[in-house]
């Protein structure tokens, strides 16, 4: 049996690659960086962010909330300083459910 390199998983994440992610300015990852505290990446030496996926969650709530729900800025940090565990139940409950329905769409139009 021949030998399988492992896959390599990425640990870290530069601000650009985030923000490229998310279609995004990092201008705009970085002012959410300074107006919630749940985004908070390590910075290097140099003083670059360094996003984990953890971190990279954290922003995925953020630019659900504003930019798919409509949220002010201090809505969201209301409704996440009430039950951030809530919030990412629902924000992973509705990802479950575009899933579906994209699975769903792809098997109509193959009837």
């Not at 659900?64 to 565990?85: M, P, S």
Request: hydrophobic fraction near 40%.
């Amino acid at each position: 049996m021949p030998y399988k390199e492992k896959e390599i998983e990425k640990k870290y994440f530069t601000i650009g690659e985030v923000a490229e992610m998310f279609n995004v300015a990092t201008s705009l990852v970085r002012f959410w960086e300074s107006e919630f505290d749940i985004i908070s990446p390590k910075k290097n030496k140099k003083g670059n962010r360094q996003f984990t996926k953890e971190d990279i969650e954290d922003v995925k709530l953020i630019y659900h909330l504003v930019k798919e729900r409509g949220f002010t800025l201090q809505g969201a940090k209301d409704f996440l300083k009430n039950d951030i565990h809530a919030a990412r139940t629902k924000m992973d409950m509705v990802e479950s459910l575009q899933k579906v329905r994209s699975f769903l769409v792809e098997i109509r139009q193959h009837l």
